[in-house]
């Protein structure tokens, strides 16, 4: 790692060593990693002249691009914390970042699956009369918004201009930014939620961002001339860092696809000949299942790593035999560890890689703890916990909730349940925080109970995760209504489709007399999973 200590290092080195390499594909754009480079420095440059500093957060709401990569990456160079956003989120759970994260500076796509994302973004914080500082009442920090598209509303600004009023920053200006950081400054804040339901933001530094994911780049085997066709949102580390930074560690071409769609992703992998495949176990096995399959040329597949509670023999089988992957791996981490925890290593047997995540990384340590906090034996089933240099420095603006999670000797409480084997293989068996994966995305039942919990027909509501055999687990309500409500099953998943992620609306509702409760006051849930 002698090489880059900071991102913006990564980007300069990767534009000099890989300047003649295709960087990204975008359609019909091709650009080199020469070219990436110079669009980095533009956007920083960009930046500067915006007024950003080192330390500011810039937020990205936007769909895996060309774009986002060079509007991201420009921020980091500028010297700012980026702060991705998923784009998911409806405006008010956008706001709601932005207002948390401080963020200073977003760029945001125009229209996406249909949604205006600045319209969407206006009705939640666009209320009374904007300052000329803030285009957004509601979010007075925010001091600009850059539309990634050819047309912007007024108070906002197109990305060409954005770019424009950079021209005056000259590279020595740049230079001098990208020089004033070293790797302890902050990277980015990852946000997540927590049992409460409350967006906590994960703080990692540029060493840790760097040391996790070549760590990555090695066991996974990822090198120059690899094609990465990179699905997974680049609003979550699996796709931004395992994918972005360590394609520009290894040389590697990133074809980033905005939407999940089997048939594009067949089409791509056969038209850019892709050997890099990560993402979760329903994408593959959406891709072995198509009808189609066999009319696409997969044969360039080399690579393919996933990650779930549980990881189907069959599927790691098919992926070798029925399309020739050579290298399978699975892994297991969370954003409070920098995205990575444990991972298996080429060469382990078919049987490990389906029922394990691997083991610790260089540098971590797992311990697997019961309730009283007392290590558990290999076998035994404990709270998954970690340490080490992949540790967030804790949550932002948020020191109470830090410190519940932890210890004061630097061990991590991920709030997932674990068995480790005797080779050090960890198997997650449970979650403790009750969060369950729908389609590859994270889905916390106290968030969800939340937003609910604002219909004025609700008087009370539990949520939990159950089986769906396209998405794998979806979200399934409980809910006690309101004296003389009519309120529908119908009518709520509506309403939750307008005000919710999709990934987070309950596709069935049952309405119930009351919760069963604990003597504490707490809802049993394992009493609603027995109802199904």
Known sequence: MSDWDTIPDLVRWSAERYADTEAVVEGRTRTTYAELGARVERAAAACLASGVRAGDRVAVWAPNSLDWIVSALGAVTAGAVLVPLNTRFKGTEAADVLRRSGARLLFVTGTFLGTSYVASLRRAAGDGVADGRAPLPGLPELEEVVVLSEDAPPDFRTWKDFLAGGEGVG???VAARRRELD??????????SGTTGRPKGAVITHTQTLRAYEIWADLAGLRAGDRYLIINPFFHTFGYKAGVIACLMRGATMIPQPVFSVATALANIAAERISV???????????????SRDAYDLSALRLVVTGAAVVPLQLVERLRGELGVDTVLTAYGLSEASGIVTMCRRGDAPSVIASTSGRAIPGTELRLVDATGTPVRPGEAGEVLVRGFNVMRGYYDDPEATSEVISADGWLHTGDVGVLDEAGNLRITDRIKDMFIVGGFNAYPAEIEQLLGTHPDVADVAVIGVPDARLGEVAKAYVVRRPGSPLTSDDLIAWSRREMANYKVPRSVEFVRELPRNASGKVVKGVLRGRG
């Open 183 to 192: 790797g302890s400054a902050l990277s980015d804040i990852i946000y997540t």
């Open 277 to 291: 495949l990560p993402g979760p176990p329903t994408l593959h096995q959406s891709l072995l299942d198509h009808p």
């Open 171 to 173: 590279a020595q200006e």
